[in-house]
């Protein structure tokens, strides 16, 4: 017989949003008369934890099945969704849905495949819908006369900042930037030609010598 999980998104910051989920999972279980091999809880409270949930997930046997309250404990953005529950569906695993009274069987199932059809639909849609709400967002801003991009004079950082004491060291011998870019295993000679320049390294150099 299929065995039988529950999956809980617990959020120490939110106490109600978890006790709603805990809640929603038993009077289903208690509804339909299931008996529940293991629950599964997974504290999460910021999106950087989001990955455990995969991790965890992969503890799911084969042919059993996860009864969750919402579609949303899964993530925070509709792609990472879906990403876990076409995990899920592949690996054979059932999902009972309670608050959208969902059942997806699994990845072959065309009802559970028109589903995940509608939500990768929803995720070309959502991604679109940004892109079109961050140009219009610069529009209005240019519109406004407000300048856009980085602030004039705004110097970034650079892959030649980690060894930058030592190019200063050897322009200070008189090292041409080509030879120091050979000697600390640059590829091309430009960037780091241009990296001095913008920083005004030799300037810099000249300055304190006198």
């Known amino acids: 017989m299929s065995k039988i999980f529950t999956y809980v998104r617990k959020n120490e910051n939110n106490e109600k949003y978890t006790q709603e989920q805990i809640e929603l999972i038993e009077k289903y279980v208690t509804k339909q008369n299931l008996q529940v091999f293991k629950n599964i809880e997974i504290t999460i409270s910021t999106p950087s934890e989001e990955k455990n949930i995969l991790e965890l997930l992969k503890n799911c046997e084969k042919n059993s099945t ?6 949303n404990v899964f993530g925070r953005t509709i ?3 879906l ?13 009972i849905i309670v608050e959208q009274n969902l059942d997806l069987l699994d990845d072959k199932d065309m009802l559970t495949q028109m589903i995940l059809g509608v939500i990768s639909m929803t995720v070309s849609l959502e991604k679109e819908l940004m892109s079109l709400r961050t140009k219009e967002a610069l529009t209005a801003k240019k519109l406004d006369g407000m300048a856009l991009g980085k602030p004039k004079g705004t110097i970034q950082k650079s892959k030649f ?14 090292l041409s930037v080509r030879k120091i870019s050979k000697l600390l295993g640059y590829n091309n000679h430009i960037g780091l030609n241009n990296y001095v320049k913008k920083r005004k390294i030799k300037t810099n150099l000249k300055a304190k010598e006198l």
Request: aromatic letters at 2%; proline letters at 0%.
């Open 161 to 174: 900042d980690l060894q930058r004491d030592k190019i200063e060291e050897l322009l200070s011998v008189g």
């Open 79 to 81: 792609e990472t969704i």
């Open 66 to 71: 996860i009864i969750v309250s919402n579609l």
């Open 83 to 95: 990403e876990i529950v076409k995990f899920l569906l592949t690996n054979k695993i059932r999902i």
